[in-house]
């Protein structure tokens, strides 16, 4: 078992999929959490960084977290996600993201997040979401 970063806390990760490359941690209220995910050497690639697909992996899993907490639990899916690869993250770093609500539709929600190590940007990523059984 991993251990949480001071102030952190589990997240209730139930997608089969996340379950492989979790855990992560959060911090916060609903709406205005701070995610945490340790790497680990399984999520890097042969050059000793984290995948690029972890890190969306990661984007998906925060960002989706924190659809579902601004949408008060409203099941949805992701329709469209963008990332900025900036710099490498190692094994054994912690990478923080808080995610931000830059828009909301009766049927979509836009969300973006900077992913950061010790407060530098790994890689910036921005989504939309639809709300599933909305128009």
């Known amino acids: 078992m991993k ?6 806390t589990e997240v209730r990760l ?8 979790g855990p992560a941690f959060s911090q916060g209220e609903a709406g205005a959490r701070r995610y945490a995910f340790q790497v680990e050497a399984h999520h890097c690639n042969l050059r000793g960084v984290v995948h ?3 890190l969306m992996t990661l984007a998906d899993m925060t960002l989706g977290q924190a659809v579902w907490d601004v949408t008060d639990r409203a099941p949805s899916v992701t329709l469209n996600m963008q990332h900025q690869f900036v710099r490498p993250a190692e094994a ?3 990478i923080e993201v808080v995610p931000e609500l830059t828009r909301r539709t009766r049927a979509l929600v836009f969300m973006r997040g900077d992913f950061t ?3 530098k940007i ?3 990523s921005s989504s939309v979401w639809k709300l599933l059984g909305q128009g």
């Open 117 to 119: 190590v010790k407060g």
């Open 122 to 124: 790994v890689m910036t």
């Open 3 to 8: 251990v949480a970063p001071e102030g952190f």
């Open 52 to 54: 690029g697909g972890m």
């Open 92 to 94: 054994g770093n912690w």
């Open 14 to 21: 139930v997608d089969p999929f996340e379950l492989h490359v």
